[in-house]
């Protein structure tokens, strides 16, 4: 018996890209977790030209620049999140919404590629799914949990 499994050809088509948008969320985690390794380490916020934070906004305008058509909810975050990180709040604290933002942005990039009959598949996009709603719940609570950025 083999361990061979059939993956769609569609799917490995597609390979590169979903192999870079993984690897764009681990970067949006290492740049997240310097910003807060240097507020930490200096008890100040990070400034307006820290490589990371920029980093960090870059990838979200990015991934936002990518994105066609997204569910309402999600265009709401997005608006919320502009207006948050252009009203003179910390970085730092931006960064925080900047990071989940790009993260359940870069999961729905994912999700906008793989094939429609695929997606009620569990094998192909139960996990990408769950962590789409993970990071997309993380976001929404930034802004509506008691109406306070957390």
């Known amino acids: 018996m083999s361990d061979e499994r059939f993956v769609d050809p569609r799917l490995v088509k597609k390979e590169s890209l979903f192999a870079s948008l993984h690897q764009l969320n681990f970067d949006i985690l290492q740049h997240i977790n310097a910003i807060q390794g240097s507020v930490m380490a200096t008890q100040r916020d990070v400034s307006g030209d820290n490589e990371h934070w920029l980093a960090l906004r870059d990838?979200?305008?990015?991934n936002l620049k990518q994105i066609d058509e997204m569910p309402s909810e999600m265009a709401d975050?997005?608006?919320?999140?502009?207006?948050?990180?252009?009203?003179?709040?910390a970085n730092a604290h931006c960064a925080q919404v900047l990071a989940c933002g790009a993260q359940a942005l870069t999961f729905w990039r994912i999700l906008g590629e793989i094939p429609d009959d695929l997606l009620d598949v569990d094998e192909v996009s139960a996990t990408t799914k769950s962590r789409f709603m993970?990071?997309?719940s993380m976001w929404h609570k930034f802004f509506y949990d008691d109406g306070q950025l957390h």
């Open 59 to 62: 990838i979200f305008d990015n």
């Open 77 to 89: 975050l997005v608006n919320k999140s502009q207006s948050y990180i252009s009203s003179n709040n």
């Open 134 to 136: 993970e990071h997309l």
